[in-house]
């Protein structure tokens, strides 16, 4: 657990969470009844983080750069918002964590606005809210999206190899293709289901992240040794991806809902002109959610 930033807690019968104001980033999410850590705890061997919250933009940008109305941007992967601190308000209704645009975020996103992103406990479930307010007075664009870790195994007596990801009858996935560098390539169908199953083993994430698009807005993550697994669920995001460190047999994976993709290779991206971001008109405020729910033994 990080000491160096302020942590937050919530807790019902079920589920016990603890988000940092780094970045709001989940830390822990508990599960009570089996006394068990179901989020990954951080390990600078494969990943430091447990899950970060993505804001304005998704993964890399080409060369670190994009443009916005003729005028060139730095940002980092996956936006500002994990590197900053975010203010918390604590309330019956769970955690909310805010970051206003100032000076430093300007100087990489040239937009007024107001981040947030709420925590709600709902029995088993664990609610994940997004909300951007424009406060400027052009129209904003960006992705959001979240990238919690699960520890794999997070059964007792079980192993990597045990586990799999079931997806939605209605799922249909198209893969996003990516350079060795990470790059968008373009789309094809995926061919890595049997039965709406993916199977996990390390040798999966040897390429890096697996983003697929069309899956129904919900996948589980299910141990075949157990009645208990990990739902989760994303109507509202267009894709999803899933990852952990490559060529590595770190012990978790990556779900991430996301609104939108990094840059095409080769492409330093017209923030107005990429297809799939977010427009956000002034005075106007955009909102998206994804669930985390635990089911119980049985």
């Known amino acids: 657990m990080e000491n160096k930033y302020t942590v937050h807690t919530i807790e019902n019968d079920y589920l016990r969470i603890t988000a940092s104001e780094k ?3 989940l830390k822990s999410v508990y599960d009570k009844k ?11 061997r494969y990943w430091a983080d447990s899950a970060p919250n993505l804001f304005p ?26 590197y900053s601190v975010l203010t918390c308000a604590e309330s019956e209704e769970g955690l909310c964590f805010e970051l206003k645009s100032d000076e430093n975020t300007r100087s990489e996103y040239p937009f007024d606005f107001v981040y947030r992103v709420k925590y709600q406990l709902d ?3 664990l609610n994940v809210a997004y909300e951007v307010e424009n406060r400027d007075t052009k129209t904003m664009y960006f992705g959001i999206g979240g990238h919690p870790g699960f520890q794999v195994p997070f059964v007792n007596g ?23 560098d990470c790059f968008v390539l373009g789309k094809e169908e995926y061919h890595g289901l049997t039965e709406g199953k993916l199977s996990l ?54 779900i991430e809902p996301w609104s939108s ?38």
């Open 23 to 25: 970045g709001g980033e």
């Open 158 to 180: 079980t192993e990597f190899e045990d586990y799999y990801l079931e997806f939605a009858e209605n799922a249909k996935p198209l893969k996003v293709k990516f350079s060795d």
């Open 261 to 298: 993709l990094p840059s095409r290779k080769g492409v330093t991206e017209d923030l107005e002109k990429q297809e799939d971001l977010n427009s956000l008109l002034p005075g106007e405020i955009y909102k998206n959610t994804f669930r985390i729910a635990l089911q119980m033994d049985v």
């Open 201 to 254: 083993k390390h040798s999966l994430f040897d390429e890096d992240a697996i983003v697929l698009e069309n899956t129904g807005g919900h996948v589980v993550l299910k141990c075949r040794k157990s009645g208990t697994s990990i739902s989760v669920r994303y109507e509202d995001m267009r894709y999803v991806g899933f990852w952990h460190c490559p060529r590595t047999e770190a012990p978790y994976v990556c």
């Open 123 to 125: 029995g088993s479930e």
């Open 34 to 44: 089996a006394q068990r850590e179901l989020l990954w705890q951080g390990d600078d």
């Open 57 to 82: 933009y998704i993964a890399r940008l080409t060369e670190g750069k994009y443009t916005y109305q003729g005028k060139s941007y730095q940002m980092k992967i996956h936006g500002f918002v994990m």
